[in-house]
């Protein structure tokens, strides 16, 4: 079956300093990728997609790249802001003729200093 | 646009008691979804519904039960309640157009069972 595995955490950083969360992913086809952020005490809301290999994905600052070739899908920001900390989520989902059921890894909490 | 709203927030219910969670949406999407989320576990699906008038069971649906009342309301029923479904729970929906789809989360339903 499908599998998405991320870097645990927590993330802990200071204000303004690069981030990197590690995404793979194990799956048929041709699957579509995603990152989701979880603030505190709300639901998780899209941060950013890519749907084919070597697309780019971006938003707010946050890019990730869909590497087939490495199954995966790392999550970038040059400079971190106190606001960013979070639950980040990597998720896929099947491929044309696939199920209808995401695939969510375990979420990474980042804690961003000032 | 309210996007997907669930009720009731919070809920404390005691061992055996029963409740329905109750979730709509208003894109008109097809699909629709219920989570939960444990520390360390990360999202569980516990019951979807690929389109109205069909549900099927996710990872986690022992001592669950769902409705998919029309295309906007997916309800989500506890029969007898137990320690173990304190959790965090979110509704959310999708649209699937060629295997791509993203999800709609609400704000979710914190459930303490005493």
């Known amino acids: 079956g499908n599998s998405v595995t991320q870097m645990e955490g927590p993330v802990t950083l200071s204000e303004e300093a690069f981030l990197t969360i590690n995404c793979t992913y194990t799956a048929t086809g041709y699957p579509s990728l995603f990152w989701y952020v979880q603030y505190p005490g709300e639901g998780l809301q899209l941060l950013l997609k890519?749907?084919?290999?070597?697309d780019k994905g971006s938003n707010k600052g946050f890019e990730a790249t869909y590497r087939k070739e490495t199954t995966s899908f790392h999550l970038e920001k040059g400079s971190v802001q106190v606001s960013d900390s979070a639950v980040y989520f990597c998720a896929l989902s099947p491929g044309s003729g696939g199920s209808y059921i995401p695939t969510f890894g375990r979420g990474t909490s980042l804690i961003v200093h000032p | 646009n309210a996007g997907v709203t669930q009720t009731p927030k919070f809920q404390v219910l005691k061992t055996g008691q029963s409740m329905t969670l109750q979730c709509a949406q208003d894109?008109?999407?097809?699909?629709m979804y219920w989570y939960r989320q444990d520390p360390g576990m990360g999202l569980r699906l516990i019951y979807y519904s690929a389109s109205e008038g069909t549900t099927d069971k996710g990872e986690v649906p022992n001592g669950y039960n769902v409705s998919r009342l029309n295309k906007r309301e997916f309800s989500l029923r506890l029969e007898s309640a137990a320690p173990s479904q304190t959790s965090v729970y979110f509704c959310a929906s999708s649209e699937v157009s060629g295997g791509t789809y993203e999800q709609y989360f609400g704000p979710g339903t914190r459930l303490t069972v005493t």
């Open positions: 890519a749907t084919k290999a070597d």
């Open positions: 894109m008109n999407h097809n699909s």
